[in-house]
């Protein structure tokens, strides 16, 4: 069995500090310089969601509380996902905003 997360930012609260970026081991953020928020920074992004892994180390860094981590358990060789009969989102929830 192995996990995949879904994460989610409150992109209106972030400040740019780049801490969640740093904690992502699988270098799976960034900061968004296409947007500015209603603070002025440019606020993170996830560039490739399907490689989360839920560990949320993100969430855990955030000054802010800005990131929500939900953690799904998928079945492993080819058997399928096994939280796909439920709604995405539906898993551990892991930090809340
Ligand atoms: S939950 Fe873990 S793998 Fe997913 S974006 Fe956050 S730090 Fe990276
Ligand atoms: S740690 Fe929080 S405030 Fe800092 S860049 Fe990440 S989401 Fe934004």
């Known amino acids: ?3 995949q997360g879904t994460v989610t930012f409150n992109r209106d609260i972030c400040k740019g500090c780049g801490l969640c970026v740093t904690a ?3 270098h799976l953020l960034v900061l ?3 947007e500015i928020n209603r603070k002025g920074y440019h606020p993170v992004m996830i ?3 399907a490689r989360c892994n839920g560990c949320a180390n993100c969430a855990l860094m955030c000054p802010d509380q800005g990131i929500t981590v939900t953690q799904d358990r ?3 060789e080819g ?3 096994e939280g796909a009969a439920r709604e ?3 898993g551990r929830q ?4």
């Open 79 to 81: 058997v399928g996902r």
């Open 1 to 3: 069995m192995a996990t």
């Open 94 to 97: 892991l930090v809340h905003v």
């Open 88 to 90: 995405r989102g539906a």
């Open 47 to 49: 560039i490739d969601p």
């Open 74 to 76: 998928i079945a492993c």
């Open 24 to 26: 992502c081991a699988t």
């Open 32 to 34: 968004d310089e296409s």
